[in-house]
């Protein structure tokens, strides 16, 4: 029993982290029906960009986070300028395309640059106390505070504020909210930007949580946030939520009973058998097509 | 289709063209024409012809996004290593070795009978989601199968792809697929690409077409992946993942979709182009999605998108050649 | 003499929205039988629901006395029912020529395996299809663009060539939506003519959505008039113009003649 409860605090962290990443897949997808690929190679950027900062300045955890979290919507938002905008009326296969060839010249580039895996140095001393037979560890709570709270604030941001409504207009019509006085193009970079800086907050606590880094993250990690994001019903926020809490316990609990070799196994397997049964994700819609 | 409305070409000179191209291959294999590495690259082609013209036939043909080809490649080349190295170990090549890619072809083919069962209802990106799941499915699967090797690989494969089997088998399989294509199954697949629903209301049976298009392309993947498997003589799960995938992707759009001469074209370029980067190491694999993206800016459809070699048009095809009335 | 096509207490619900509800319709052989209703009065679903795109909430279609409820589309056109689309569905990247040899690819037999090694009776199959679609074309006065994008057609060509690939399917029924729209009176006329033709030449009964009165009133056997999912009236022309509740809903409306 304490054993279970010990991997559900493990899956809720995992499954927090998966959340953060997921949450920028589902936003821009949301709002411009694209499958952003590269969002799991700008997680794993941001975890070398937290790598690179503190080799050079030592900041507080808090310090980090922040400047990660802009360094990393700095470059989301260049990636939509460059390589997305110049795409938005074309077939959406070139916007998929061009999206998984960003996310394969980021990894490979960091994988040139740094051939072998970092070992990130110590932003945190974390303080384990024994609850009721569990063993918690404060960075375990850090990270699920973060996330949870960053979620929040997204909620809050999208549902109370002018911007988040522009956001979700867009999803709802890309054609006629500009003619609305709209702008569009800002309130797409916002979306980036935030759906980026969300996923720097998730590689500055990965990297806090594993703290051995490698350019191969953005497959190994960021792509399960995609899983996690389509199994919820990629384009609903609360969606991509779900389905990271889904992954995290899944995952968890998998290698509890299988070897870790089956772990891709089930998650992509999980995958494929929810898009059967619920071929739009657990919370999602299918568009309605016009006859 | 639109097409570039030159000539058909005289009778008889493509099958005059074949024989020599066919015997070629054979004299270079029997007295040493060239060296090891020339024939290795040219082997490479002759694969990379495969993958390319097979995943078009999906990717460009259909308007689908499939990224799971590597998938179909990684089920040929397993099946048919343990069919070469395990099962029919014994037997003479001149026979064994045919049998062994068909049976890889036929794996890829069944599984990938599936997804176009699974791609009756879905389509557009979460049909590409799909085949990207089955692509990781297939590696991890591989990984968990001691049997053959697991994540460490199967070894002592035989080197029984020799320039003619990998000659005769990228001449079947453009046959095979250009036949396909200038017949009413291509053109139900291509309908489908166009516009479902009027194919639907103009009597296409669109699961058939869908099933043609993902069976057949499948089983040329696997069929790629055989040879591949039998060239190398090592294969692990680890090549077939979504890099493999995507240079298969680079090969399409680069060539240009839902032509023949393109894949062609797309598959030698990319070939040269990977020998040429070799010596970059891991910068390859930043230049080629560079290039891929790039294309999509400027060039969408690759260079002959849509569009075809006279030669691999059937001659009836071409308008009649009386004067107009 | 029984009806062709009968359509009987068809309801279609999606979701909280009624569109169509206790339809009911008969079409005789040989007919040109017109639906006429303001816009949103539930005539394309009608035709979406007998060439099988939606499955009724409740009722039947019947066709030669069979039931087709539910069928798929590819099985009902090639049972004989072919129809044209509101806006125009042709496969716009693909030849004039393409277009209608794939409709009449529902009459080829050979299968994939034959097409594939080229065997003589596929071989045979498609130089007649080609034969066959090309005397088609020509007599739609599209002969001499048959090697042309279909997209590039003029806008009276392209609907031309959306009826022609419809009747490349031989069928009995021909389901047309709105074959009028965008023309104006000298272009309907000449419309009213090649339907006309068609109908004699081709042997094939007619169903008709249209907004245009002028081809409805002088084209049509028999009328029904929708307004709001439900049937108002059906008739003879003369029945229905003089009918109070048409008139209410519809035509006495400063309504569209263009």
């Known amino acids: 029993m304490d054993y279970f409860a010990q991997q559900a605090i493990n899956a809720v962290q995992l499954g927090s982290i998966y959340a953060l990443i997921a949450l920028g897949y589902s936003m821009v997808y949301g709002v411009l029906v694209m499958i952003n690929f590269a969002h799991g190679d700008v997680f794993m950027v941001s975890s070398f960009f937290c790598f690179l900062l503190l080799l050079v300045l030592p900041v507080p955890f808090v310090v980090a986070l922040i400047i990660v979290m802009l360094a990393t919507a700095i470059l989301g938002v260049a990636i939509e300028r460059l390589a997305y905008r110049p795409l938005r009326n074309a077939p959406r296969v070139s916007a998929i395309i061009t999206a ?25 001393k974390p303080v384990t106390r024994q609850f009721a ?42 054609i006629s909210v500009p003619l609305m006085g709209v ?24 990297a806090s949580a594993y703290p051995v880094i490698s350019a191969t993250m953005g497959v190994l990690v960021g792509w399960k946030a995609f899983v996690a994001a389509v199994i919820g019903g990629i384009g609903n926020v609360r969606g991509a939520v779900l389905g990271a809490y889904v992954l995290g316990a899944v995952e968890v609990f998998t290698v509890t009973v299988l070897p870790s070799t089956y772990r891709d196994l089930v998650v992509y397997s999980l995958l494929l058998v929810i898009l059967i049964f619920k071929p739009y994700g657990l919370l999602g819609r299918p568009a309605v097509q016009k006859v | 289709m639109t097409r570039w409305f030159k000539q058909p070409p005289p009778r008889g000179v493509l099958l005059a063209l074949l024989v ?37 036939l999906v990717n460009g043909w259909m308007g689908e996004f499939s990224v799971g080809h590597a998938g179909f490649m990684a089920l040929g080349a397993y099946l048919s290593a343990c069919v070469s190295v395990k099962w029919l170990g014994w037997g003479n090549p001149l026979w064994m070795f045919p049998l062994a890619v068909v049976a890889g072809g036929l794996l890829a083919g069944a599984v990938g009978f599936l997804l176009g069962l699974l791609s009756f209802k879905t389509r557009g990106d979460y049909l590409a989601i799909i085949t990207l799941a089955f692509l990781m499915i297939v590696k991890s699967g591989i990984e968990n199968i001691p049997y053959v090797g697991g994540p460490r690989g199967f070894l002592g494969i035989g080197n029984h792809t020799t320039l003619l089997w990998t000659a005769v088998w990228t001449v079947l399989t453009l046959w095979a697929i250009r036949n396909l294509v200038y017949s009413r199954f291509g053109r139900g697949i291509v309908a489908v690409r166009e516009d479902e629903i009027a194919a639907n209301a103009m009597g296409v049976d669109t699961r058939k077409a869908k ?27 680890s090549v077939f993942d979504i890099v493999k995938s995507t240079e298969i992707l680079v090969m399409v759009y680069l060539g240009g979709i839902g032509s023949l001469g393109g894949s062609i074209l797309g598959a030698a370029a990319f070939t040269i182009l990977a020998q040429v980067l070799q010596p970059l190491g891991t910068w390859r694999m930043v230049i080629l999605p560079l290039i891929l993206v790039l294309l999509m800016l400027f060039r969408p459809r690759g260079i002959m998108g849509m569009r075809e070699f006279p030669w691999f048009v059937p001659r009836r095809e071409f308008p009649a050649k009386e004067d107009k009335k | 003499m029984s009806a062709l096509l009968e359509v009987r207490d068809v309801t279609m619900r999606f979701g909280g929205l009624v569109a169509v509800s206790d339809l009911t319709l008969a079409v005789t052989p040989g007919h040109a039988h017109g639906i006429i209703g303001p816009n949103g009065a539930g005539k394309t679903t009608a035709f979406n629901i007998i060439t099988g795109i939606y499955t009724p909430t409740a009722g039947e279609v019947l066709f030669r006395g069979g039931s087709i409820t539910g069928h798929r589309p590819s099985a009902i056109a090639r049972g004989g029912i072919a129809r044209t689309f509101q806006n125009i569905r042709l496969f716009r990247d693909l030849t004039v020529l393409d277009n209608v040899r794939i409709a009449h690819d529902t009459r080829a037999r050979y299968s994939w395996a034959g097409a594939m090694v080229q065997l003589p009776s596929a071989r045979r199959a498609e130089t007649e299809s080609i034969e066959q679609c090309t005397d088609l074309l020509e007599k739609f006065g599209l002969g001499d663009a048959v090697y042309e994008r279909a997209g590039d057609l003029p806008y009276g060509s392209q609907r031309r060539l959306e009826i022609a690939r419809a009747m490349a399917l031989q069928p009995s029924l021909l389901l047309l939506d709105e074959p009028a729209a965008g023309m104006n009176s000298a272009e309907t006329l000449k419309l009213v003519e090649f339907l006309g033709w068609l109908r004699d030449h081709f042997s094939v009964t007619m169903l008709l959505i249209e907004h245009h009165m002028q081809l409805v009133m002088t084209f049509c056997d028999r009328i029904t008039v929708l307004d709001f999912g439900k049937t108002i009236a059906e008739g003879t022309a003369d029945e229905v113009r003089n009918d109070p509740k048409v008139i209410e809903a519809y035509l006495g409306q400063e309504n569209d003649h263009e």
């Open chain 2, 20 to 56: 020599a191209g066919l015997a070629a291959c054979f004299a270079i294999e029997q007295f040493g024409l060239v060296d090891n590495y020339v024939r290795f690259v040219l082997i490479t082609l002759g694969i990379n012809i495969i993958l390319c013209v097979s995943l078009n």
């Open chain 2, 211 to 237: 099933l043609a298009a993902f069976v057949v392309s499948s089983f040329f993947g696997g069929v790629a992946g055989a040879l591949f498997a039998h060239q190398l003589q090592f294969i692990n799960p």
């Open chain 1, 133 to 174: 037979g569990v063993t918690l560890s404060s960075l375990q709570i850090l990270i699920i505070g973060v996330s949870v709270g960053l979620m929040i604030a997204l909620d809050f941001f999208i549902r109370k504020t002018r911007y988040g409504m522009a956001m979700r207009a867009i999803a709802q019509d890309r």
């Open chain 1, 183 to 206: 702008p569009v193009n800002q309130i797409i970079a916002m979306t980036f930007a935030i759906g980026a800086a969300l996923g720097g907050a998730a590689g500055v606590l990965y």
């Open chain 1, 100 to 124: 998984l060839g960003c996310g394969l010249v980021i990894q490979n580039t960091t994988l040139s640059l740094s051939p072998y895996s970092q070992r990130m140095p110590e932003l945190f």
